[in-house]
């Protein structure tokens, strides 16, 4: 009995302790849903139209901050890796399956390759809403500014036949 009462007392003591931590930790908005609002100044990369006779490779340097390009289901995302070491793009899901979210999707690039990634999905990949609504966002790992550098990338989307 005398087992039972100290744990009881512990038990007590020990969330007694955790409210009065608890309350002195600032207060945050818990309806705000942090996907609304871009956390980051992403550069719009503009889908290329791959044609019959071709397109000019002409890619852009990868910002610290991140891509994002519109998609229709149809777009590709071409990635070059001049850096020293392997880097990762994550391309950020924004759909969920039975009201859980969907993992991001990660690729990593050798060092001195390239990569052609898609198509994406639009009910898994694209932004629901917003002035983003419809584009897929692309996030770099932490390389820092030499080999955010080091990276250029593009987006294309193929041909529809008409």
């Known amino acids: 009995m005398l087992k039972a009462t100290k744990l009881a007392m512990s038990i007590f003591f020990g969330a007694f302790i955790l409210i009065v931590v608890l309350a002195g930790l600032p207060q945050t908005d818990v309806s705000a849903n ?3 609002a871009p956390l980051m100044t992403r550069a719009i990369v503009t889908t290329t139209e791959v044609l019959y006779d071709g397109v000019d490779v002409d890619l852009l340097a990868a910002t ?10 149809k777009e590709f995302f071409f990635i070059t890796n001049d850096y020293t070491d392997t880097v990762t793009a994550t391309f950020v ?12 999707v ?11 990634v898609g198509p994406f999905n639009i ?3 694209n932004q629901k809403s917003g002035d983003d609504k419809n584009t897929i ?13 080091s990276i250029t ?3 294309y989307k193929l041909d529809d036949g008409s």
């Open 106 to 116: 990660t690729v990593p690039i050798s060092a001195s390759y390239s990569k052609l």
């Open 34 to 36: 942090p996907l609304d």
């Open 123 to 125: 009910a898994i990949f």
């Open 64 to 73: 610290a901050d991140g891509e994002k390009f519109t998609n229709t289901g």
């Open 93 to 104: 899901t924004a759909g969920t399956f039975g009201g859980f979210a969907i993992e991001d």
């Open 153 to 155: 990338v593009r987006a």
């Open 137 to 149: 966002y692309v996030n770099w790992d932490s390389v820092g500014q030499t080999g955010i550098a």
